[in-house]
């Protein structure tokens, strides 16, 4: 194989990292996994979940932690409730369910034992994914797109382009210092190149508006970098800092993402989804919208 097509192999499977505390979102997510929380109806990371499922992945792996048990069972079939809904003729709500079941063997869970942070959470799945490309899907940026999901709109430029991918998306000036910031070259199809990446610049630092929005494709040589990498930042295992090393040895390119992200690790971008999902639903829209208008008139 030469080593322009291995950095172009299928991708077939995508890691959700859901191990941290989130101590923002405490006490919400003190017995309750934040990833649990939910959006209109349907728990945050199922959202990841169906994203990646539009875009053709084929395997689901969820590296957790203690206390998160309730995402491995939301996976799994529930047959009690089942049978009873079948019994009460309730075939919509069966339909449903069905829609969100991943295949039998199609998902694999395994515990990041510590939360040292999200890059040491991508190398506990590293016997999982193997040797192959993987999409990483951060599962509380919730994305709602115009149209097609973001990964799968990733999975356009990377099969113009291979090598590595990462969805950016514009930010504002005041959010610029607490974000991954990328410094876009030029145009390939649908994507960019990347020359630069920065983890939290100061303002007059960064090189762009363009903040890394939560979803990447990677090739598997991010994991040898991963094991062998300081803590960065907040003594956590960085992705970008082995990201930028990675970048040294293959391309890395860009997608803009011009759909809305919400940050669901967060109360103003949690409660930012559900105002936006609820209004933009055939079912929950009109009521939602006048409840709003009433509680806007105090
Ligand atoms: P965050 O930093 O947003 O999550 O990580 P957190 O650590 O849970 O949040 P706070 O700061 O305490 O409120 C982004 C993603 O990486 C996962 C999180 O579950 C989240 O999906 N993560 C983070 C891990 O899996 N392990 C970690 O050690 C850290």
């Not at 079939?77 to 809904?85: A, F, K, S, V, Y």
């Not at 990328?182 to 762009?208: N, Q, R, Y």
């Not at 991010?222 to 293959?250: C, H, R, Y």
Request: with cysteine; charged share 25%; net charge negative.
């Amino acid at each position: 194989m030469s080593a322009h097509n291995h950095l172009k192999r299928p991708i077939r499977k995508a890691v959700f990292p859901v191990a941290g505390l989130g101590t923002r979102f405490l006490p919400a997510s003190k017995s309750v996994p934040k990833e649990m929380l939910t959006v209109v109806d349907m728990p945050v990371i199922q959202y990841a979940v169906n994203e990646a499922k539009e875009a053709g992945i084929e395997h689901f792996v969820f590296v957790t932690g203690r206390n998160k048990n309730a995402i491995e069972d939301h996976f799994d079939l529930q047959p009690e409730l089942q049978d009873t809904l079948a019994g009460r003729g309730k075939t919509e709500m069966l339909d449903l369910l069905a829609k969100h079941q991943p295949e039998a063997g199609r998902t694999s869970f395994t515990r990041q034992q510590a939360p040292l942070g999200l890059g040491h959470a991508v190398w506990c799945a590293r016997d999982i994914v193997g040797d192959e490309p993987f999409a990483l899907l951060l599962p509380d940026m919730v994305m709602k797109s115009n149209n097609r999901g973001c990964l799968a709109s990733m999975m356009d430029v990377y099969n113009e382009t291979g090598g590595n991918i990462i969805a950016v998306e514009q930010t504002t000036e005041e959010d610029i210092p607490s974000k991954g910031i990328v410094a876009p070259g030029e145009k390939f199809g649908t994507g960019f190149k990347i020359e630069a990446m920065v983890e939290k610049p100061a303002l007059e630092d960064a090189p762009s508006n363009l903040m890394i929005n939560g979803r990447y494709i990677l090739q598997p040589e991010i994991f040898s970098l991963l094991e062998n990498q300081e803590t960065g930042a907040g003594g956590e295992v960085q992705v970008t800092d082995a990201m930028e090393k990675l970048a040294g040895q293959q391309d890395f390119y860009g997608y803009e993402f011009t759909g809305q992200t919400f940050d669901c690790g967060l109360k103003e971008g949690f409660i930012a989804a559900n105002i936006h999902f609820a209004l933009d639903r055939d079912d929950t829209g009109p009521v939602v919208r006048k409840i709003i208008e009433d509680a806007l008139k105090g």
